[in-house]
C-alpha cells in the first residue's frame, strides 16, 4: 500500500518560488510513475507534471512549462515539484500521485491528502 504525503504548499508573492515534496513514509518510488495535479475552487483537478520510474522522462502542463520542474531524489523515496515564477492563478491544491501509467490523465492508483499553495497578487 503506498500512502503519499505532501509537504512544502504555503504562501508566497506572485513572481516567487516555493517547492513541494511528496513520500510514502520513507518507502521507495522507484516502482511508480509519479504526478503531480492541482485543484483550484470551483474547477476540476488537472494535471500539473509527471515524471517516470527512471526519472528521465518528464511531462508538463503548458501552463507550467518553463516554469516548474518534477525530480526524483537519488533514494527514491521523495518526488519534488520546484515551482518558480509563480502566478496567481497557480494558486490551488496540489495532490501528488502514483501509478502505473506515464499519462497526463488522473488515471494514478495513489492520491496524497493535498497541500494549499497560494500565490498573492
Known amino acids: 500500500q503506498v500512502h503519499l504525503v505532501e509537504r512544502g504548499g504555503g504562501l508566497v508573492q506572485a513572481g516567487g518560488s516555493l517547492s513541494v515534496s511528496c513520500s510514502s513514509s520513507?518507502?521507495?518510488?522507484?516502482?511508480?510513475?509519479m504526478a503531480w495535479f492541482c485543484q483550484a475552487p470551483g474547477k476540476e483537478r488537472e494535471f500539473v507534471a509527471a515524471?517516470?520510474?527512471?526519472?528521465?522522462?518528464?511531462s508538463y502542463a503548458d501552463s507550467v512549462k518553463g516554469r516548474f520542474g518534477i525530480v526524483r531524489d537519488s533514494a527514491n523515496t521523495l518526488v519534488h515539484l520546484q515551482m518558480n515564477r509563480l502566478k496567481p492563478e497557480d494558486t490551488a491544491v496540489y495532490y501528488c500521485a502514483a501509478g502505473s501509467q506515464f499519462t497526463t490523465t488522473r488515471d494514478y492508483s495513489y492520491w496524497g491528502q493535498g497541500t494549499q499553495v497560494t500565490v498573492s497578487s
Open positions: 515524471i517516470n520510474r527512471n526519472g528521465d522522462s518528464r
Open positions: 520513507g518507502r521507495s518510488l522507484r516502482g511508480y510513475v
